[in-house]
Structures are given as structure tokens and as C-alpha cells.
């Protein structure tokens, strides 16, 4: 099942198990069932502290439970967590053998003494890389808190099962039968919508914080590359960011970053965390900005006010709010996201395996897809607003030497019809004969381009005609004080090594700003 190396490294890591517990399967005769098997034993194999035991009486088959010896399981998978889901695999087996996870001892106490039963189940899918962080906070808190189990499904083991439920994004979670959640989901956010009064207690001590000398507002890769910058100026900084990484954690795979031959898009955030908390930054993570005040005078403080009704407050402000994906803002769109409407080809392909879906947008992100998809789907149908193809030339030449991929240009996506369950038909408009047809199939995915965060600074400063933050070389806004940088703003070229350059520059531009105006006198 593992090769040698991976073996090797499963051994070094189990070296870390203090606490013996048991691993229960519940088999079938299944190529699945075989395959758990043979995995299980190889892993019982590199752990003394792990005891194996085949009377399993799980209602999923095949599946496994983690459990100590004279209590009943809390966590369980059904089929195999291998791709992404290994990892998720190996931190469960050393937080089960009681090595202790890396969170905030604050986090790790609120996930103590949530109150009430909860019994999660997560659907996931090896290829999704957004599912890991949602597997790994729910199997974490079901070892911490005896009120909460959490099973962790692979939907491609359970097709039965992801049909009848008409699960058709990953990850998605049911609670006690009901959903939810779907996509990603950090632990801080889950621990949210189970913990009512944690808002407003949060709220309160973010509003009582000092003044920064630098807050930034986003935690891409714009503003984790101004935080370190800042930080190193020996500056007392802060990153408010609504989810740490940004849009980088959609991101598969990133070949292109200068130094680094190949690394994913949630390896390469966490990495940005990792390097922006070695400096001692502050770092608030869930918070989305809602407005900002400008300075009363020259030098004065800048506020910056959040959904959860906290106020910060600091010298100087960098807005690195980055960008999302465009939606199509057509009838039916809203109704079906996660119906049969997705965003992201990696983490839902596989839910759509022999079946018929669109891809809506010409470009790279939409040729790739196109070309992701072909290899899993039944049908590709490919629509383009536009007379010919906007990607790469050698991705087009790819798509078209596809046999299950068909190219329609000149095509307006019109409508998204359904059952009122999920989706069954998109409707598109022929620009040259004015002719409307309809596409029979079972998903759609959205690959249009983005849209910059920055709906709440309207009537703030200055935004050009597409939304973006205006800024000059040196990433000043027109607000005093108040600098940008990265896919919000004016910069052409939205990469991610163009982000990081840019928000490395606003950074150096507000010290500059710092050091050449004065604090005004506190009467």
C-alpha cells in the first residue's frame, strides 16, 4: 500500500505516539476493504502502541475507528483517507496517541467545554485540497470533547450514500442529519457557529487592543509579505484577515513562485502564517473588515471597523483584501451553488464522475478545468463569451484533443434550472443568431475571474471603474496613512509573487510615511 519512503516517514512520525489505543475495522469484501487492510497493518506494523482488531460492527463498510481500550470510538473513517487525507490520517493517530496538536490553548479549552451532543459527518474527496482543514478540525475536536464523534467519509467509497444526500460539493458537513456547512472551514470557524456567545466576547477584546503602528487588512500574500516587513522595522503590527492565506488556499498547485519548484496552495499559506507569527505579529484571524475611518488629523489614528462590531485602531493601514471568484450573476446561480454549481474542479470533480457538466470561461482557469475534468466527467461542454478562446495556446490545442470536450465561443450563460435539488440544465444564448439553447447536464463550474474585496470602502477613497483600490508606485491610496497592495488594487497582473513585491513595497512606503509624520500631541 505505501511505498518505502512513505513508510519510513509513517514510522518516524508514530515515534511520537505516548498513549496506546486501538484501531477497530469493519470490512467487506471490497477492493476497498483489501486495500484498509493492507493499510491498517502496515501502520499497526511502524507502532507498538497500536493494537489492531478486526470485529468491527460500523454501519459503513469498509471503515475504522480509532478508540482507547474500554471506551467507545469518537472517530471513525469509512474508506480510505490516502491523497490529501493522509495527512489528516497521521495527525488523528498522534492526537489520538496523545501528542498535542499545535492550536492555541485558548481554542484547544473553547473546544472543551462546548456543551450538547454533536455528531459530525464530513464528505470529502481525496483530489480536494480545501477538505483536510475541515477533516482535521472536526477529527480534533472529537478527541478533545467527549459530547462530539465525528466520521470522516471519502464520497468516492459511498456513492450510494453522496447520492442520496445530493452531496455535490466537498467538504460538506452534516450535524446531528442536518447540513451544516459545505467548503472550507477553518477549526476558529466551526468553533463559531457552535459557540454563540464567542462572537461578541471576541468583539469586545479585539476593541480593547492598543493602537498598532501598522494594521493590514488581509492575509494573502500581499499582506503577510508587508506584515514581515514591518515587523522586522521592530513596529508593533497587526493582520485582520478573514481567512489567512487567501485565495492562495484555492489554489492546487503553485509552479511558479520564484525559489520554490512546486508546492500547493494550503501549504504555501500556511507557510505564510507560519512566517508572519515567527515575528511576532498579531494575527486575527476570521475578521472582515466593514469600514474605515479616516484620521482626524495628520498622524492621527486610522480605525478600521470589523463585522463582529470591534474597532481597530492604528497609525498607518495596508489594505490587502485580495479578490474572489466572479459569479456568473445569472437566474439560478445562487440557488444551486453546491447543487450542481462549483468553483473548483480539484475539490468537486470526482462528485460528478460520469456525468455531464459545463465550464464557463475561456481563459486559463477555465481551459484547465475543462481539460481537470475531461479526464474524470462523461462530458465537458466548455462556453466562452467571447469570438475564440482566451487561454495559452498550448492548453487550447490540449482541450480540443479531448474527445469528451465540446467548445462553444460566442455563447452568454442565460439561466441555471433545476428541480429545486439540484441542478439540471444551463441555458446560453448563441451572440450571433440571437438563438437560445439548453444544455442538459448535472454541473457547472464558474471560472470567470475575480472580483476585488472591496465593496466596503466605497465612498471611502478613490476605486477605478472595476472596483479596485487606486494606488501609485508606491502603493499610496488617497486617503493619508492609507496604503494597498496586491489583487485589490490597480496593480495589473494578478500573481501571487506580484502580491507579495507589492505588499513588501506598501509596507516600506508606510515606515516612510511613520518616521516623516509626527504623532499629534494628545491634549
Not at 73 to 90: C, I, M, N, Q
Not at 126 to 143: F, I, K, R
Not at 393 to 415: F, G, H, Y
Request: aromatic share 6%.
Amino acid at each position: 500500500m505505501l511505498d518505502v519512503q512513505l513508510k519510513e516517514q509513517l514510522k518516524a512520525y508514530l515515534e511520537r505516539v505516548r498513549e496506546p489505543f486501538e484501531i477497530v475495522a469493519t470490512l467487506d469484501s471490497s477492493d476497498t476493504a483489501a486495500e484498509m487492510r493492507e493499510l491498517l497493518q502496515e501502520i499497526a506494523a511502524a507502532c507498538d502502541k497500536i493494537q489492531l482488531r478486526w470485529d468491527g460492527q460500523d454501519a459503513r463498510a469498509p471503515s475504522f475507528a480509532l478508540q482507547r481500550a474500554g471506551e467507545a470510538s469518537r472517530l471513525s473513517f469509512a474508506g480510505l483517507p490516502l491523497g490529501h487525507e493522509f495527512t489528516s490520517l497521521v495527525l488523528a493517530l498522534l492526537w489520538m496517541g496523545g501528542h498535542p496538536p499545535k492550536v492555541e490553548p485558548a481554542v484547544l479549552e473553547q473546544i472543551k467545554a462546548l456543551p450538547g451532543e454533536h455528531v459530525f459527518e464530513v464528505y470529502m474527496s481525496l483530489s480536494c485540497h480545501n477538505c483536510p482543514d475541515v477533516v482535521q478540525a472536526l477529527t480534533l475536536m472529537s478527541l478533545l470533547n467527549p459530547g462530539i464523534r465525528t466520521t470522516v467519509i471519502e464520497g468516492g467509497a459511498f456513492q450510494a450514500e453522496v447520492e442520496q444526500r445530493q452531496v455535490m460539493a466537498v467538504p460538506c458537513v452534516y450535524r446531528n442529519g442536518e447540513v451544516f456547512g459545505a467548503g472550507r472551514m477553518s477549526l476558529e470557524e466551526i468553533l463559531a457557529k457552535l459557540d454563540v456567545g464567542a462572537a461578541a466576547r471576541e468583539a469586545a477584546a479585539l476593541s480593547q487592543k492598543a493602537a498598532y503602528d501598522m494594521l493590514i487588512v488581509g492575509g494573502g500574500p500581499a499582506g503577510a509579505a508587508a506584515a514581515v516587513y514591518a515587523a522586522r522595522k521592530g513596529l508593533r503590527v497587526g493582520v485582520a484577515a478573514e481567512r489567512f492565506g487567501g485565495q492562495v488556499n484555492d489554489t492546487l498547485a503553485i509552479e511558479n513562485y520564484i525559489s520554490v519548484l512546486e508546492t500547493d496552495g494550503p501549504k504555501f499559506a500556511a507557510a505564510l502564517e507560519a512566517q508572519v507569527r515567527h515575528y511576532g505579529v498579531d494575527v486575527m484571524n476570521l475578521q472582515r473588515a466593514s469600514a474605515l475611518k479616516p484620521a482626524e488629523q495628520p498622524g492621527g489614528l486610522i480605525e478600521v471597523a470589523l463585522d463582529n462590531g470591534a474597532v481597530l485602531r492604528s497609525r498607518s493601514i495596508i489594505l490587502a483584501t485580495g479578490a474572489r471568484w466572479r459569479n456568473l450573476n445569472v437566474p439560478g446561480e445562487a440557488e444551486y451553488k453546491n447543487k450542481g454549481v462549483a468553483y473548483c474542479p480539484h475539490c468537486d470533480g470526482p462528485l460528478f464522475k460520469g456525468k455531464r457538466v459545463a465550464v464557463v470561461g475561456g481563459g486559463n482557469s477555465g481551459v484547465e478545468a475543462a481539460i481537470d475534468l475531461a479526464g474524470v466527467v462523461a462530458h465537458v461542454t466548455l462556453l466562452e463569451f467571447a469570438p475564440e478562446l482566451r487561454a495559452d495556446a498550448v492548453l487550447v490545442d490540449k482541450l480540443k484533443s479531448l474527445p469528451n470536450v465540446n467548445i462553444i465561443t460566442n455563447a452568454q450563460t442565460r439561466e441555471l434550472t433545476g428541480d429545486g435539488q439540484r441542478l439540471q440544465a444551463l441555458h446560453y444564448t448563441d451572440r450571433l443568431s440571437n438563438e437560445t439553447h439548453e444544455l442538459a447536464l448535472e454541473g457547472v463550474f464558474v471560472q470567470i475571474g475575480l472580483v476585488p474585496n472591496t465593496d466596503w470602502l466605497k465612498s471611502t477613497l478613490e476605486l477605478s471603474k472595476f472596483g479596485e483600490i487606486v494606488v501609485d508606485v508606491k502603493g499610496h491610496t488617497s486617503l493619508p496613512g492609507v496604503f494597498a497592495a496586491g489583487d485589490a488594487t490597480t496593480v495589473p497582473y494578478k500573481q501571487i509573487v506580484i502580491a507579495a513585491g507589492e505588499g513588501a513595497k506598501a509596507s516600506l512606503s508606510a515606515f516612510d510615511y511613520l518616521i516623516r509624520t509626527p504623532q499629534p500631541v494628545q491634549g
